[in-house]
């Protein structure tokens, strides 16, 4: 069975970071690109990053550029996202993401608050 556990989520101030974490089981992890997505209520998921198998090739949404960084650990199976200089609009509920070519895994998602 497919898992995708997040933690990592909190409130925090903003211009604060924080570093959310998701770790993967039931799937070959090292054969798939992994992602970061979020959504906010009303609005449709937006992809945050993403991350190839090997721990390169990574992408970024052109509104966390320079401001949040996506990383592997093939042996732990986990993928982290860096998260600084946060601004309210970051607030959503992030999930950890991969798909194959039939489908879609999302794991349960974290909530990220950036407040003050």
């Known amino acids: 069975e497919v898992q995708l556990v997040e933690s990592g989520g909190g409130l925090v101030q903003p211009g604060g970071s924080l570093r959310l974490s998701c770790t993967a089981s039931g799937f070959t992890f090292t054969s798939y690109v992994m992602a970061w997505v979020r959504q906010t209520p009303g609005k449709a998921l937006e992809f945050v990053s993403s991350?190839?198998?090997?721990?390169?090739?990574?992408i970024y949404a052109d509104s966390v550029k320079g401001r949040f960084a996506i990383s592997r650990d093939n042996a732990k199976r986990t993928v982290d996202l860096q998260m600084n200089s946060l601004k309210p609009e970051d607030t959503a509920v992030y999930y950890c993401?991969?798909?194959?070519?039939?489908?879609?895994?999302w794991g349960q998602g974290t909530q990220v608050t950036v407040s003050s």
């Open positions: 993401h991969y798909r194959t070519l039939r489908t879609n895994y």
């Open positions: 991350i190839g198998p090997g721990g390169g090739d990574t």
